[in-house]
């Protein structure tokens, strides 16, 4: 059994939009080496909570604490030194429409790391290579399919390695093939590098093919509702709506709204 | 002969046999913070002494990612000029799985990244005026579409957007006021403190006001205005309309059965050309009441005289003209910037380029009816 370090510690997490408030002092733990995922229907507060964690947006209170330092409150430097960290697949990829696939995973190996050149090419093949994007070097996003820019953006996420990856509903717009083979590429980067993954998402099939503990948000109390092995949670959780979003029902404003 | 060297969490040592054989020891972390200085420092130690072949003893590695396994990638095509080859020993289960996922078998062979070769001069002529020819394709058809959905606007007037007229209105009339007004105040006040240190050596100050006003009814109200709205609103329409192209609205447009044309381009028209010869009128008066400040201030004239001597140079015409010519500058600027939005491709930068397009070309354009609305009304008036 792997110890249970903590990598990401949320503390009392309050989160507002202008006198909304989203999010209601959230606590959780996300340990060293596991795949976590953020359940919950739309409006539940999933890409919120995202964007706290990776410093997009200041709590109104609580604290955010990345590998030992809280994001919310630190000085400049020790912020960027967290953002190094961490790595970000965006919904829509968010790839640079003007440079190629190589040049966008290229950035940010040659801005912070002292390869040579060609090294830095050699790097940016494998990373392509790890994702299965050989021979797409010289495209540009908007020459390739959303799949293939779910991927790119994968591979520039984890170009630096970081400690911490966090996906934004990695599977939306996917097919189920193409979906279940990023599924796939997930849990094999998490197995071999022992990268950390946060995942946000309602895909239930990858929630069960991917994830080791879930938690999952709900409009009703703007928190966590329940917290667990998805399996688990499917099978004996008692809540109402936890059933409902596991076994896919449509409720009276509950599940989904 | 041994050769080690000891970085941040990792360390190597390397020793040559007799017959030029390397072995390669590596232990602790090869990851991204030691990676760079691994290559280059292991690249030094061999260049002097190329071996016959490499041993990378990779017992004591207790992690190793994609940087790591860059090191034997780079180590891999030193060795490929040489007879004999790299071999990995000893390596753990968990390192041989990360090399397999990375495919380390078939890397680090002719690697390159073959740019596209760029094309003939021939090719590229032939590419740009394919190109060109399609853009003016382009811009003809969307001309058609514009004037079609104007026709049919003046027939079914009930069918154009009022509330988009209205805001659109706002935006390029009302919003611009300020800057028109400050602007054109400057001017007036400028070309009369010019002039009148040429027309003060004759004693003609009064002339000052003439000069100032028929200089600006009939030429530079117009166009500084348009080149203002250009400036202000031609690039909104440009930027608008290419962010909805390229974020797919356009075509959600298309498909729910609207008419892009009519729906974006049409009420920007309607309210661009009622309001912008107004915007003119104030850009006009208040270019006046910059010389009239120059005239009561410093050529002694009174307020009485300058008013009356602009009264007496302006003719209706002059005003109706300088009306005329502003309102086609608007319908240039607004079919100029919404043309180069529809014409957006790509992503973030198409949308820049179409921009700066935009208000370029409606400068240029405006100037260039300028001289085409001199010379009409050189051969009629």
């Not at chain 1, 503990?213 to 809540?239: C, F, K, T, W």
């Not at chain 2, 290419?242 to 797919?248: H, L």
């Amino acid at each position: 059994m792997m110890k249970r370090k903590s990598v990401i510690q949320v503390k009392d997490l309050v989160a507002k939009y202008g006198d909304d408030i989203i999010l209601d002092r959230i606590s959780f733990d996300v340990y060293e080496g596991e795949i976590f995922a953020v359940l919950g229907g739309s409006g539940s507060g999933k890409s919120t909570l995202l964007k706290h964690l990776i410093g997009l947006l200041q709590p109104y209170s609580g604290q955010v604490i990345i590998d030992g330092d809280d994001i919310a409150n630190c000085d400049e430097q020790t912020f960027h030194a967290i953002l190094r960290k961490i790595g970000v697949l965006y919904q829509s990829a968010a790839l640079f429409g003007s440079m190629t696939l190589a040049e966008n995973v290229a950035m940010p190996i040659s801005e912070y790391t002292d390869l040579p050149k060609t090294s830095v090419d050699n790097l940016v093949k494998m990373k392509l290579n790890l994702v299965h994007l050989d021979g797409y070097e010289n495209h540009l996003p908007s020459e390739i399919s959303g799949g293939m820019k779910k991927r790119a953006g994968l591979a520039r996420a984890m170009a630096l390695n970081p400690k911490i990856l966090f996906f934004d509903e990695p599977s939306a717009g996917l097919d189920p093939v193409t979906s279940a083979e990023l599924d796939n590429l997930i849990v094999n980067l998490n197995k071999n590098l022992g990268t950390t993954m946060v995942i946000v998402t309602h895909e239930l099939q990858s929630i069960f093919a991917v994830a080791h503990r879930v938690i999952m948000l709900h409009l009703s109390n703007r928190g966590i509702i329940a917290e667990g092995d998805p399996q688990y949670l499917r099978d004996h959780s008692q809540n109402p709506f936890v059933k409902q979003f596991f076994n896919r029902l449509a409720g009276n404003n509950a599940g989904i709204d | 002969m041994r050769n080690s060297e000891d970085l941040q969490s990792c360390r190597y040592e390397v020793s040559q046999s007799e017959d030029g054989a390397v072995s390669l020891r590596i232990q602790g972390r090869m990851d991204a913070s030691n990676a760079g200085r691994m290559i280059e420092g292991i690249k030094f130690l061999l260049k002097d002494r190329p071996p016959s072949s490499l041993t990378v003893d990779l017992e004591k590695v207790t992690y190793l990612d994609d940087f790591g396994a860059l090191v034997l990638v780079e180590l891999k095509s030193l060795m490929t000029g040489a007879k004999d080859k790299l071999y990995i020993t000893n390596a753990s289960n968990k390192v041989e799985d990360v090399l397999s996922i990375l495919n380390f078998d078939t890397l680090g062979q002719g690697i390159s990244f073959t740019k596209k070769p760029s094309p003939n001069m021939f090719t590229r002529l032939g590419e740009g005026v394919f190109r060109q020819a399609s853009d003016l394709t382009f811009t003809f058809t969307f001309i058609g579409s514009v004037c079609l959905s104007l026709l049919y606007v003046c027939l079914h007037p009930k069918s154009l957007r009022t509330n988009d007229t209205f805001l659109s209105m706002e935006k390029i009339g009302v919003d611009a006021l300020p800057i028109v007004g400050l602007i054109s105040f400057l001017l007036g006040l400028i070309m009369a403190f010019m002039s009148s240190v040429q027309l003060r050596q004759f004693g003609a100050n009064i002339y000052v006001a003439s000069l100032v006003s028929l200089a600006m009814v009939r030429e530079l109200g117009p166009i500084m205005t348009a080149i203002i709205v250009a400036g202000r609103s031609g690039s909104a329409f440009a930027a608008e309309i290419g962010t909805m192209k390229i974020s797919e609205e356009i075509d959600a447009l298309f498909t729910m059965g609207f008419d892009p044309t009519r729906f974006l381009v049409v009420p920007k028209i309607v309210a661009s050309v009622i309001v912008v010869p107004f915007l003119t009128l104030f850009s006009n008066l208040f270019a006046i009441l910059g010389g009239l400040v120059v005239g009561v201030f410093m050529l002694e004239l009174t307020a009485n005289a300058y008013v009356a001597q602009t009264i007496k140079t302006l003719t209706l015409f002059d005003v109706f003209w300088g009306f005329l010519k502003s309102g086609a500058f608007a319908l240039l600027i607004t079919m100029v910037g919404c043309l180069r939005g529809f014409q957006v491709k790509g992503g973030a930068v198409g949308v820049g380029r179409a921009t700066t397009s935009a208000v370029v070309s409606s400068i240029f354009l405006i100037i260039l009816s300028d001289s085409i609305f001199a010379i009409i009304l050189r051969y009629w008036g």
